[in-house]
T-cell receptor
Framework: GQNIDQPTEMTATEGAIVQINCTYQTSGFNGLFWYQQHAGEAPTFLSYNVLDGLEEKGRFSSFLSRSKGYSYLLLKELQMKDSASYLCAVLDSNYQLIWGAGTKLIIKP | IAGITQAPTSQILAAGRRMTLRCTQDMRHNAMYWYRQDLGLGLRLIHYSNTAGTTGKGEVPDGYSVSRANTDDFPLTLASAVPSQTSVYFC???????????????FGPGTRLTVL
């Protein structure tokens, strides 16, 4: 079966750095997405990785290792507005997105 | 410019009733999707459409039907609602077909449906 694992919840301090991990086992791989979802709102796109390595976009970076079936999202200089759920999703061999359950990130002052 | 709109925002429905959730996008995207999101579970794909006139089944299609008569609209129908269909429903669209590697999906605001 297809499986995407993320921690259910993480807590971090304002101004700090946090890394949210995602491991996946899917039938094929055509890219990995990270989305942010604030409570009661729709998911919004953060990043896309298809090749191994680190993609940096402002305070957010995303890393991929295809051989390990592993990705992480790195958030720097945390702000209170970063409190949200972070969803990892993999595009499988049928080009369908398989979604993880999401990681709820709580930022404390 | 609205992007993707969904209606209604929320609905309470009696079991056995028929209900259509509406979704409209103005971005001329080829592909559209319907997901349900339940607490503790990831987004689960119900149905999708690669282009107007075509539809396909996702992971959890039972009890739901869709149509894609034109590019902009992708309604989701529950023929006879059951309590297990209580969920938040998101419609999404993407520029390419589902055969494209980079295919960012844009989401509507969601419909919160309660079936009693």
């Amino acid at each position: 079966g297809q499986n995407i694992d993320q921690p259910t919840e993480m807590t971090a301090t304002e101004g700090a750095i946090v890394q949210i991990n995602c491991t996946y086992q899917t039938s094929g791989f055509n890219g990995l997405f990270w989305y942010q979802q604030h409570a009661g709102e729709a998911p919004t796109f953060l990043s896309y990785n298809v090749l191994d390595g680190l993609e940096e976009k402002g305070r957010f970076s995303s890393f991929l290792s295809r051989s390990k079936g592993y990705s992480y999202l790195l958030l720097k200089e945390l702000q209170m507005k970063d409190s949200a759920s972070y969803l990892c999703a993999v595009l499988d061999s049928n080009y369908q997105l398989i979604w993880g359950a999401g990681t709820k990130l709580i930022i404390k002052p | 410019i609205a992007g993707i709109t969904q209606a209604p925002t929320s609905q309470i429905l009696a079991a056995g009733r028929r209900m259509t959730l509406r979704c409209t996008q103005d971005m001329r995207h080829n592909a559209m999707y319907w997901y349900r999101q339940d607490l503790g579970l990831g987004l689960r794909l119900i149905h999708y459409s690669n282009t107007a006139g075509t539809t396909g089944k996702g992971e959890v299609p039972d009890g739901y039907s869709v149509s894609r008569a034109n590019t902009d609209d992708f309604p989701l129908t529950l023929a006879s609602a059951v309590p297990s269909q209580t969920s938040v429903y998101f419609c999404a669209s993407s520029p390419g077909t589902s055969g494209s590697s980079y295919n960012e999906q844009f989401f509507g605001p969601g419909t919160r449906l309660t079936v009693l």
